[in-house]
């Protein structure tokens, strides 16, 4: 089972904001299980946090910009970008203003920071979201769109497409987290002078130079006029008829600026909530789309809280039938459990097919045929008892006696030709023979029943 992360310890890092131009301290703490995300202002009285969840941007102007009330933070994509693709799950973000410092305008620098304070293992589960469908946001009037498909682990392609003799069409992907490092992190943000004077005019990167962003210039302009936007930058002067990409520090990539795309859609992705398990691709990306496509995502989590296990008929059971009889006393027609198809330390999964044959339907009801809950409750245990059984010696010899059932919700009529998937997770470590757990049981993706439950394991006489 993969567990939850967090820092081994804190770091800082300092610099301007590109927005604001004013001197910045974020700071990068551990934080305790299912804490997510959290970002504290220091510098304002009680020091509030917000929540770095999708619901949370107000803003997606120019980056994205995190709000409650009349508290903001902005800038925020580069260091959450390093957090997700890194596997952290839970963190608490110290800063002393209202955005993040720009760095040099890539994820780069928290990347080497995270490596060098180290990665913490925690106790609870991570917990990943599996996309099982192809889900999709666009927006017509600019031709952006993002969808993301079934896939083993979290993956990007990015397609951009600029009106530019530098950028035109390009493309990007990381097809695995691990390489994000080498190559995502140090790709910087990126900027065409035409637009410069209007993002200055909208009182934007008052903080923005030649060290934290890659500056195309494309259009030649006047003499006058660009030595009056260098001023405003406060950079050195330029020949005005010399164009192409006029920061220090060269391209490390030919397609550099889709590659920080992709790495903006990796953090405003952070703001799901949620580890995702899916393949994204993404075309003409931006973070108001972005945005979008990531409350889309949180409302589907919302919709499947609890996510059915992945079955395939094809697959060989863990335990088939006969050595679910060699290991439960249950036989026809109390036997509730076909096969187990997953089995580990802390955890089981086991399938039962409801067929019109089942004795109960006799009398449950003869006109409308309806699996009673109390045995889907005694199927749920049933699989707990193999799981259980699993952590003993010669577990041929041991049974396990209900002792406690609470929390007992039914969601869904169970009916004839429904397969029943059986989800059961230990709450705590089995002390002293008695265990307890937590089972759901699913047909399709939807939960029809669940509850917690109390068992003992004696061994037989």
């Known amino acids: 089972m993969i567990k939850q992360t967090t820092l081994k310890g804190s770091f800082s890092l300092c ?24 970002i504290q202002r220091i510098d304002v009285e009680g020091m509030p946090v917000i929540e770095a969840i999708a619901e949370n941007v107000i803003d997606t102007q120019r980056g994205t910009v995190l709000g409650r009330g009349d508290l903001r933070v902005s800038t925020v994509e580069h260091g959450l970008a390093a957090l997700y693709a890194l596997g952290i799950d839970n963190c608490l973000i110290q800063v002393n203003g209202p955005e ?5 305008g890539s994820a780069i620098q928290y990347v ?19 996309i099982r469908k192809k889900i999709e946001v666009k927006d017509e009037a600019s031709g952006s769109c993002i969808t993301i498909l079934p896939d083993d682990e979290f993956s990007l392609t990015t397609m951009c497409s600029f009106n530019s003799k530098f950028i035109n069409s390009q493309f990007a992907t990381l097809d695995k987290m691990e390489m994000f490092a080498t190559e995502i992190a140090a790709a910087r943000t990126f900027v065409f002078v035409r637009d410069i004077e209007p993002l200055l ?8 130079d030649l060290d934290n962003a890659i500056v195309i210039y494309e259009k030649q302009i006047s003499q006058q006029q660009l030595d009056q936007l260098a001023d405003m930058l406060k950079v050195e002067h330029r020949d005005a008829t010399e164009l192409g990409y006029i920061q220090h ?19 405003d992705m952070a703001l799901i909530g949620k580890p995702i398990k899916g393949r994204i691709i993404a075309t003409r990306p931006g973070h108001t789309i972005n945005n979008k496509f990531a409350r889309l995502m949180r409302r589907e989590i919302r919709k499947h809280e609890i996510q059915a296990p992945i079955y395939s008929p094809n697959d060989e059971p863990v335990m088939d039938v006969n050595r679910i009889r060699e290991l439960l006393p249950h036989r026809y027609p109390m036997q509730l459990v076909d096969k187990v198809i997953s089995l580990g330390a802390s955890s089981i999964v086991g399938v ?16 409308e045929p309806v699996m009673p809950g109390v045995l889907q409750i005694e199927a749920m245990a049933q699989c707990g008892g193999l799981l ?21 919700k039914f969601r869904k009529k169970v009916v004839p030709g429904d397969t029943l998937l059986f989800k059961v997770d230990l709450l705590a470590p089995v002390r002293h023979g008695v265990s307890s757990m937590k089972g759901y049981v699913f047909v399709g993706d939807n939960v029809v029943s669940e509850a917690t439950f109390t068992a003992q394991i004696v061994k037989n006489k």
């Open 352 to 367: 039962k097919n409801v067929t019109g044959n089942e004795p109960f339907f006799q009398g449950h009801f003869p006109q």
């Open 201 to 208: 005019a909208a009182n934007l990167i008052k903080g923005g």
């Open 100 to 104: 993040f410092p720009i760095l040099d």
């Open 112 to 130: 080497e920071k995270i490596n060098e304070v180290g990665i913490e293992e925690q106790n609870a589960p991570k917990d990943w979201y599996v």
């Open 249 to 267: 520090k060269p391209l490390v990539w030919e397609n550099e600026c889709t590659r920080h795309k992709l790495l903006d859609i990796i953090g």
């Open 15 to 38: 610099g301007k904001g590109l927005h604001t131009g004013i001197s910045l301290t974020v700071t990068f703490n551990p934080a305790p299980e299912n804490t997510g995300y959290k």
């Open 388 to 408: 259980v059984l699993n952590t003993v010696e010669e577990p041929e010899r041991w049974s396990t006696y209900f002792m406690r059932i609470d929390n007992v």
